[in-house]
Nanobody, 115 residues
Framework: VQLVETGGGLVQAGGSLRLSCAASGISLSAYGMSWHRQAPGKQRELVASISIRGTSTTYADSVRGRFAVSRDNARNTLYLEMNDLKPEDTAVYYC?????????WGQGTQVTVSA
């Protein structure tokens, strides 16, 4: 099983990035999905989650209205659209696939937002 995040990078404050998380070895249509991030010296935190069919989403207060999580089960891919980025959004972003029985994490992608 492998989850691979891409799309991170360096962006100026106010800019946008789109992260992708491509899965292999599992069918994401059977998994809840979420994005998490970890900044240096801080604990990993939940950013957004999405239900199996994509009909329900949740967001951390700090990103609500700026970030949007979506999924394409046919492409076995999860997305995170990030707009109006702020320096405090700087972190390594991870995707997670989960059921009651299993949890898988990606290796992370770095997002750096300059002031």
């Amino acid at each position: 099983v492998q989850l691979v995040e891409t799309g991170g990078g360096l962006v100026q404050a106010g800019g946008s990035l789109r992260l992708s998380c491509a899965a292999s070895g599992i069918s994401l249509s059977a998994y809840g999905m979420s994005w998490h991030r970890q900044a240096p010296g801080k604990q990993r935190e939940l950013v957004a989650s999405i239900s199996i069919r994509g009909t329900s989403t949740t967001y951390a207060d700090s990103v609500r209205g700026r970030f949007a999580v979506s999924r394409d089960n046919a492409r076995n891919t999860l997305y995170l659209e990030m707009n109006d980025l702020k320096p405090e959004d700087t972190a390594v972003y991870y995707c997670k696939a989960f059921t009651d029985r299993a949890t898988y994490w990606g290796q992370g992608t770095q997002v750096t937002v300059s002031a």
